[in-house]
Each structure stands twice: as structure tokens, then as C-alpha cells.
């Protein structure tokens, strides 16, 4: 039951007659109110709960803002309070709820965040937020007040917040080259130039201090993508594709055929009781003896010794992490149109865009974990630039040492919170994946390179090949002509980084000869036990 303030208050807003939206008086004072309601909400989130079950995006706010965006102020506060409402329910309740009643709020949350995203899937919505934010962007900084800056970020993080929202394969229910909701909402982004905007933000060199905000857009644009997919896209299949495509399908064919035949004829007439015994040679029981198998024989090719035993629970430390749904090719028109975005950000934004990002980074000028984003960006066009029409120029930015170094550090992170934080060791997995995959697309990169026609090239392939090779060799030359012992951390850092096994017992005695005389090697390094300096000299 909703709220009795809350419900006088969404009244006073107005009402939606036929294609028409008639305002109140004080409809900007009862926006005001429902932002200062939703600031004072409890941890069961009640009041964005009410408000989303009264519709009030889709009926009030989205509305609003379509007629009587002349209205500045009204504008602006109705823009304030989407970008609250449309936030993730993971920002809301700081994680996934354990506990079964907060689990149902955090659902119900989702589910309103499905119903706005629905809604936003409108080209009239996009047309507006497109338009202010171009009359905003052509004004000089001189000119533009810190509201405009403010109403410039906010219209941002409502398209992020409303492209974060999460799928319904159940409610959906589309196939491929469907048009889901996230296709919707992205068609209409096309359609209304929004996406000629993001490309503008991310090249402009005096909008610099959004980069952090766009690369966050357009990761979440690309979300159900692949790079294989984006250049295929448009091209005319070969015979190859379409023969493995009708291979796969004969096989689903046979597989359902062999699967209906099975269940005809476990349908007996007489009781299974009388299915005999039969004695499988070659497979042993307990004792010397072959198994004796009291089934029907159509059920023989399931069986395992495991048959009647308790399944045994899997500790959650030790349970292997759910692999995201499966990737849907979305509709002809989205994917041709995120191609050509592809090809533009690639020769227009790319280089400037993730230089700004990466220094924002270095700088911890963002938040928390921001830099899967630019991780994410770094693998997925490096790898449509390696399928497409490969330019080394395109992602040069990324193909250097500081790159190199900078993705390795974050693998170690991660490796390390891996290990220690068990409770978040799920996300921090699935960081240290993003992280592989974007060290892989540079090797991958780097060998493409290597067979370029052009000698500069492959010059440039040969000289990052060999500063990576380097790195090891200089960091085992700094050990072996130190003055003075290294530290136990040092060489942690040299054998998690290099693994190194085949050094001298010279550069052993160094390296032990610390305070920290004692270290324990690994078994399956040097077979286990503890070796001492003493022993080497």
C-alpha cells in the first residue's frame, strides 16, 4: 500500500490526459519533495519501491519533460530525480541480499528499473536529452554556469544509468536477430544523434572532464557484443558459416530425435521390477568382481558409481563462478550502426580517450574499480581493430610499455585480493579476467604487427618484444649485482612476476643473505622443505 504523503504528493504533479500532460501549480515543489522523500528512504528502499510500482517515470516524469521542457527548473529537478530513481539496485543495496526479504526489495527494485528502461526506449525521450545537451555543449566555458555542468552530468549518468539496466530473458523472450529492449534503447540513441554527441565528448578537447562518463556509456552500449560479430556484421556469409550453421542444426535435430526415441521406449508395459540383472563386464565393484546392474539397460549409459549417494556440497570458496548468459546476436540495423560507431571512435577517439582515462586513473581521480572499464575498452576495439581492417596507428596509445606495465599491475592486484579476500573472491575473479583478456588482445596486437608489410611496424613489434623480454632479464642482473642482500618482498616480486628456477647458487647466496635468512619455496619448485643461506655457501 503506498504511502499516503507519498501518494497526495505524486497527485499534485499533474495528470496525463490522452496525449497531454497538464501540470500542476506546484508541480516543482512535489518533484523537490519525492528527491527529499527518496533521500530519507529506509534500507528496504520502500519509497523507490512505491514510486515505481505507481509508474511514475512513465507517466509523470518521462512526460514532463517532453512538453514542458521550457520550464528550466522543472527541467532540471525532474532530471535530478530519474537520475535517482534509475540508479543500479546494486548501488542501492550495496550487494546482492543474503537475506531472503531484502532479496525479494532488491528484486522488486530490478524489476522497476526493467518497467523505466522499457520506457526510455522511446526516440521522442532521446530527442530531448539530445537537444539540451547540445545547446549545452555549444556554449563556451566562460558562459556556462556551474548548473549547466551540473544538468550536463546528470543527463549523462541517466543514460548510464538506463543502459545498466539488466535484461529479462523471461519476460523478453527474443531470439536472435530480435530487437530486445537494450536493441530499442539504442536504436533510439542512434536515431536522435546522441551517439554523434558521445563521440564528440570523447574527442573534444575541452570536455575532457566527462571521459570517465563516456567510456562508462559506451562500454555498457556494447554490452551483449562481440568484436567477431561487429565485423561480420553487413558482410554476406561465406559457404563455410553457413554449412557449420546447418551442421549445428542437424545435430540439435538428431539430438532431440535420439532423446524422443529414449523415452519411448522407456515406457514399458510390464513393471521394472522385472528388467533382469545384468552383470557389466569390465567394470569393477568394490570387490575383484564386475558390477551387477538391476536397471533397465535404455538407463545404462547415466550410470555412475555415484547412483544413491548424497550429493556432496561444494564449499562456496571452492565453487566455480556462473558463466554470464549466452551472448544474442541482436538485430541487423543495431549491429550495422555499432559498426560504424566502431570504425569512428576507432580513427576519431580512441587514442585521446583512453590516455585521458589511464590518467585519470594513475592520478585516483575515479572511483572504485573504474578501471575494468578502461580494460574492457582496451580488449573489446583492440580486437575489432585486429578483425577489421588492421591500423597499428588506431591504438596506438595502447601498444606501449606503459600499457604493458600498468595491466600487469593490475593482474597482481587482483591475483592478490583473490587470495585474501575469500568473501569477494567472485569479483575479483572476474576483474583479473577482464585483465587477461586485455594483456591477451596486446599479445595478440603485437603478433599481428609482426606481420605487417610495413617495415616500421614491424620494427616497433620487435622493439616492445624486446623491453617486455628485458624487464625480466634486467630485474635478475639488479639481484645478482646488488651490494647489498634483497629484501624477502623483492624476491616474492621477482619469482611471482618471472618464476624464476634455474638461477646459479651465486645469486641464491644474495638473495638469502637478508634479515629474513628463512624461506619457504614452494614443493613443487625445489621439492619441498627449507632452505638455508648456510646451506648454499
Known amino acids: 500500500m503506498m504511502n499516503c504523503e507519498l501518494l497526495a504528493t505524486c497527485s499534485a504533479l499533474g495528470y496525463l490526459e490522452g496525449d497531454t500532460y497538464h501540470k500542476e501549480a506546484d508541480c516543482l515543489e512535489s518533484v523537490k519533495d519525492l528527491i527529499r522523500y527518496l533521500r530519507h528512504e529506509d534500507d528496504a528502499r520502500d519509497v523507490r519501491q512505491q514510486l515505481g510500482e505507481s509508474q511514475i517515470v512513465q507517466n509523470d516524469l518521462l512526460p514532463i519533460i517532453i512538453q514542458h521542457r521550457q520550464d528550466k527548473a522543472l527541467f532540471d529537478a525532474c532530471i535530478r530525480l530519474m537520475v535517482n530513481l534509475t540508479q543500479p539496485a546494486m548501488l542501492c543495496f550495496g550487494k546482492v541480499p543474503d537475506d531472503p526479504v531484502f532479496r525479494h526489495h532488491f528484486l522488486q527494485v530490478t524489476s522497476h528499473l526493467q518497467a523505466y528502461k522499457e520506457a526510455f526506449a522511446s526516440e521522442s525521450v532521446f530527442c530531448i536529452l539530445s537537444e539540451t545537451l547540445y545547446n549545452l555543449l555549444q556554449l563556451d566555458w566562460e558562459q556556462r554556469q556551474e548548473e549547466d555542468n551540473l544538468l550536463i552530468e546528470r543527463i549523462l549518468l541517466l543514460v548510464r544509468n538506463v543502459l545498466h539496466v539488466p535484461a529479462n530473458p523471461s519476460e523478453e523472450k527474443k531470439v536472435d536477430d530480435d530487437a530486445s529492449v537494450h536493441d530499442q534503447v539504442l536504436w533510439a540513441i542512434h536515431m536522435s544523434g546522441f551517439d554523434d554527441l558521445i563521440k564528440f565528448l570523447a574527442s573534444a578537447q575541452s570536455e575532457q572532464q566527462w571521459s570517465m562518463h563516456v567510456l562508462e556509456i559506451i562500454s555498457l552500449m556494447f554490452r551483449d557484443q562481440t568484436p567477431e560479430a561487429l565485423v561480420s556484421a553487413g558482410h554476406a556469409r561465406s559457404a563455410e558459416e553457413k554449412k557449420k550453421d546447418s551442421n549445428e542444426l ?288
Open 250 to 537: 542437424e545435430a540439435l535435430r538428431q539430438k532431440e530425435h535420439a532423446e524422443k526415441h529414449s523415452r519411448t521406449l522407456q515406457r514399458g508395459t510390464r513393471h521394472s521390477r522385472f528388467g533382469g540383472s545384468f552383470v557389466v563386464q569390465g567394470l569393477k565393484a568394490i570387490g575383484d568382481k564386475d558390477v551387477i546392474y538391476h536397471r533397465n539397460l535404455q538407463n545404462f549409459k547415466n550410470y555412475t558409481h555415484d547412483i544413491g549417494k548424497a550429493v556432496r556440497r561444494v564449499p562456496k570458496r571452492h565453487r566455480k563462478a556462473q558463466e554470464s548468459g549466452e551472448k544474442r546476436r541482436s538485430a541487423l540495423n543495431v549491429r550495422l550502426f555499432l559498426r560504424e560507431f566502431c570504425v569512428d571512435f576507432l580513427e576519431n577517439c580512441y587514442n585521446r580517450l583512453m590516455y585521458l582515462v589511464k590518467e585519470s586513473l594513475i592520478r585516483e581521480q575515479t572511483q572504485q574499480h573504474d578501471e575494468t572499464y578502461y580494460l574492457w575498452a582496451l580488449s573489446f576495439f583492440m580486437a575489432f581493430n585486429r578483425g577489421s581492417c588492421f591500423r597499428a596507428d588506431l591504438v596506438s596509445e595502447t601498444m606501449s610499455i606503459r600499457a604493458f606495465h600498468f595491466i600487469e599491475r593490475n593482474i597482481t592486484n587482483y591475483y592478490e585480493m583473490l587470495l585474501t579476500d575469500r568473501k569477494e573472491a567472485t569479483s575479483w575473479s572476474r576483474r583479473m579476467h577482464l585483465a587477461l583478456k586485455a594483456y591477451q588482445e596486446l599479445l595478440l596486437t603485437v603478433n599481428e604487427m609482426d606481420r605487417s608489410q610495413d617495415e616500421s611496424i614491424r620494427q616497433s613489434s620487435s622493439v616492445i618484444k624486446s623491453k617486455i623480454v628485458g624487464l625480466k632479464a634486467q630485474a635478475c642482473h639488479k639481484l645478482e649485482t646488488a651490494e647489498r642482500p634483497a629484501s624477502l618482498s623483492t624476491v616474492k616480486w621477482i619469482l611471482h612476476h618471472h618464476q624464476l628456477r634455474d638461477k646459479p647458487n651465486a645469486f641464491w647466496i644474495k638473495v638469502l643473505g637478508s634479515d629474513e635468512t628463512e624461506i619457504e619455496l614452494s614443493r613443487g619448485m625445489y621439492g619441498g622443505g627449507k632452505v638455508r643461506s648456510s646451506n648454499l655457501t
